[in-house]
């Protein structure tokens, strides 16, 4: 079966069993990495101490969004 046919009979699905194929391809393709989940951890961790220390520059959310 070609990927073209294959797309055209996911189509025809109801939109759960559609959502339950994406949601199983993307996570064949999202493996988790564990050294990369540390790292944006000790990140996570630097930027919240930054910020409770006051250093870190904050926007509102008009400045964020182009709101004035």
């Known amino acids: 079966m070609q990927?073209?046919?294959i797309i055209q009979e996911a189509l025809r699905l109801p939109a759960t069993?559609?959502?339950q194929i994406v949601d199983q391809l993307m996570?064949?393709?999202?493996?988790?990495?564990?050294?990369?989940?540390?790292?944006?951890?000790e990140?996570?961790?630097r930027r919240l101490a930054s910020f409770d220390a006051g250093l870190?520059?904050?926007y509102s959310p008009e400045e964020v969004f182009g709101q004035d």
């Open 3 to 5: 990927i073209n046919e």
């Open 17 to 19: 069993a559609r959502f």
């Open 27 to 41: 996570q064949s393709l999202d493996k988790p990495d564990p050294e990369i989940d540390r790292i944006w951890g």
């Open 43 to 45: 990140e996570a961790v």
């Open 56 to 58: 870190s520059k904050t």
